[in-house]
T-cell receptor
Framework: AQKITQTQPGMFVQEKEAVTLDCTYDTSDPSYGLFWYKQPSSGEMIFLIYQGSYDQQNATEGRYSLNFQKARKSANLVISASQLGDSAMYFCAMKGDNFNKFYFGSGTKLNVKP | NAGVTQTPKFRILKIGQSMTLQCAQDMNHNYMYWYRQDPGMGLKLIYYSVGAGITDKGEVPNGYNVSRSTTEDFPLRLELAAPSQTSVYFC?????????????FGSGTQLSVL
């Protein structure tokens, strides 16, 4: 079974502070990839960061980093120095290497306060 | 580089009508997907394709059909539209480079069935 869980429907963070968005997953595939996407109010899906299950180091992309804890099956997104433009929905997704499907979590709505 | 192109962007259907959502990608990706996103929710996979001539069901295929006659095009057909099909529809394509994978989304089609 493949499952992605995001337990935070909504989050608030003060501008310039860091925030962590939680994501846990379950998969029967020994090799898989984890993804985070941002969906602003305009609706498009913007790729943020990718982590492979065999990657030894946590992925980073600018202000985004992925806190990957394989034993705990978690792939939390950390946004440093939050900006007002970070206000959006954030989706965690997973794809097993032996499966052809991407599975998405239910999303976390992040609001950055000035 | 157009990426993934979806048409139309908006559509209103009456109950029982049918229509085709068009999706085309110019990146020569083998993998293509159709997702639906209900308000405030995550993405649910409707159908996917691993190459021309090959399609398979996702999580929520009922009421939809797809075809993949070429690598570029992956249209989604709605037969006998129902209010439950009111949603935003995203087409996506993906490629794999080594151990890294990336999913590209179209801009979405907002469909209302009244």
């Amino acid at each position: 079974a493949q499952k992605i869980t995001q337990t935070q429907p909504g989050m608030f963070v003060q501008e310039k502070e860091a925030v962590t968005l939680d994501c846990t997953y379950d998969t029967s595939d020994p090799s898989y990839g984890l993804f985070w996407y941002k969906q602003p109010s305009s609706g498009e899906m913007i790729f943020l960061i990718y982590q492979g299950s065999y990657d030894q180091q946590n992925a980073t992309e600018g202000r985004y980093s992925l806190n990957f804890q394989k034993a705990r099956k978690s792939a939390n997104l950390v946004i440093s120095a939050s900006q007002l433009g970070d206000s959006a929905m954030y989706f965690c997704a997973m794809k097993g290497d032996n499966f052809n499907k991407f599975y998405f979590g239910s999303g976390t709505k992040l609001n950055v306060k000035p | 580089n157009a990426g993934v192109t979806q048409t139309p962007k908006f559509r209103i259907l009456k109950i029982g009508q049918s229509m085709t959502l068009q999706c085309a990608q110019d990146m020569n990706h083998n993998y293509m997907y159709w997702y639906r996103q209900d308000p405030g929710m995550g993405l649910k996979l409707i159908y996917y394709s691993v190459g021309a001539g090959i399609t398979d069901k996702g999580e929520v295929p009922n009421g939809y059909n797809v075809s993949r006659s070429t690598t570029e095009d992956f249209p989604l057909r709605l037969e006998l539209a129902a209010p439950s099909q009111t949603s935003v529809y995203f087409c996506a394509s993906s490629y794999r480079e080594g151990r890294s994978e990336k999913l590209f989304f179209g801009s979405g089609t907002q469909l209302s069935v009244l």
